[in-house]
Nanobody
Framework: QLHLVESGGGSVQTGGSLRLSCAAS????????MGWFRQVPGKEREFVAT????????WYADSVKGRFTISRDNVKNMVFLQMNSLKSEDTAVYYC?????????????????WGHGTRVTVSA
């Protein structure tokens, strides 16, 4: 049982930065792998980044490597996505997700809990 709520989205110009936050409620947060995914109309939800339950490893989509950083605070039950050097292609609704059982994963269908998303718009 995990309840996830995203925040921090907004509108920025190309090259700008945003930090997304995900607040989790539930005892299992500290042992769950966490991920960020994004979606635009007409496209499938795509992987952005994931962090191991312990914070020991992080994985990123090729499109965001070097620009985005995922992190977590298991005391505060929070996960973050720092987004720098934003491009128009980053415009999407961003979702926080949790995988409570199994290995760290890039697959959306392997995550058990989802927030309702926060919108990010990047304009020239």
């Amino acid at each position: 049982q995990l309840h996830l709520v995203e925040s921090g989205g907004g509108s920025v110009q190309t090259g700008g930065s945003l930090r997304l936050s995900c607040a989790a409620s539930g005892r299992t947060f500290s042992t769950a792998h966490m991920g960020w995914f994004r979606q635009v109309p007409g496209k499938e939800r795509e992987f952005v980044a994931t962090i191991h339950w312990s914070g020991a490893s992080t994985w990123y989509a090729d499109s965001v490597k070097g620009r985005f950083t995922i992190s977590r605070d298991n005391v505060k039950n929070m996960v973050f996505l720092q987004m720098n050097s934003l491009k128009s292609e980053d415009t999407a609704v961003y979702y926080c997700a949790a995988r409570s059982v199994g290995l760290q994963s890039r697959r959306a269908d392997q995550y058990d809990y989802w927030g309702h998303g926060t919108r990010v718009t990047v304009s020239a």
